[in-house]
T-cell receptor
Framework: DAGVIQSPRHEVTEMGQEVTLRCKPISGHDYLFWYRQTMMRGLELLIY????????DSGMPEDRFSAKMPNASFSTLKIQPSEPRDSAVYFC????????????????FGAGSRLTVL | AQSVSQHNHHVILSEAASLELGCNYS??????LFWYVQYPGQHLQLLLK??????LVKGIKGFEAEFIKSKFSFNLRKPSVQWSDTAEYFC????????????FGRGTSLIVHP
């Protein structure tokens, strides 16, 4: 498997523009996570999906952020309109399952999308 | 809700020095514990994990971590660091009785000078 694939790797945009980040999880993984990493706040969970259904979006900063998972192999994180404070590295991660066994709960991360909003 | 504290935000060492990075969590029940590493410009990857059994866990590249339940700690150690260990290290915990979704610490930046 090629791992978790994210695109774009780098995005530079101007304030007010729409930004769409994409993620392809590992095939067979039931869970998909979106994290944001900044120097100030570290690694924050934005939202996660189980079997394509959003389970917890309490980490999404505000209504400008939205995430979808139309099928098991694709997810998007959209920011509209973007602001300079959204500049960060956005990571997508997937996990086969979450549970009590030792094979569960381990996240595989993508390479991240570095977003710069001018 | 569970939380994770990493006390050292920045650590600078010389090669061959010993390393210990602190991690404490706040959850009274059974937990699963993880250390992830992020090398410069790369994504996070699993270093080691604890689920049950021997509280001393060995991971890749000579790293180990010890789970001390009474102290709610899961410190990461390495007897002799190398320049290639320069990276960001994240401790994470999830509670099997809860949602299993891991909570990450703020991370510790380690710089190893050759």
């Amino acid at each position: 498997d090629a791992g978790v694939i994210q695109s774009p790797r780098h995005e530079v945009t101007e304030m007010g523009q729409e930004v769409t980040l994409r993620c392809k999880p590992i095939s067979g993984h039931d869970y998909l996570f979106w994290y944001r990493q900044t120097m100030m706040r570290g690694l924050e969970l934005l939202i996660y999906f189980n079997n394509n259904v959003p389970i917890d979006d309490s980490g999404m900063p505000e209504d400008r952020f939205s995430a979808k998972m139309p099928n098991a192999s694709f997810s998007t994180l959209k920011i509209q309109p973007s602001e300079p404070r959204d500049s960060a590295v956005y990571f997508c991660a997937s996990s086969p399952r979450q549970g009590v066994d030792s094979g569960a709960n381990v996240l595989t991360f993508g390479a991240g999308s570095r977003l710069t909003v001018l | 809700a569970q939380s994770v504290s990493q006390h050292n935000h920045h650590v600078i060492l010389s090669e061959a020095a010993s390393l210990e990075l602190g991690c404490n969590y706040s959850y009274g029940g059974t937990v699963n514990l993880f250390w992830y590493v992020q090398y410069p410009g790369q994504h996070l990857q699993l270093l080691l994990k604890y689920f049950s059994g021997d509280p001393l866990v060995k991971g890749i590249k000579g790293f180990e971590a010890e789970f001390i339940k009474s102290k709610f700690s899961f410190n990461l150690r390495k007897p002799s660091v190398q320049w290639s260990d320069t990276a960001e290290y994240f401790c994470a915990v999830n509670a099997p009785g809860g949602s299993y979704i891991p909570t990450f610490g703020r991370g510790t930046s380690l710089i190893v000078h050759p």
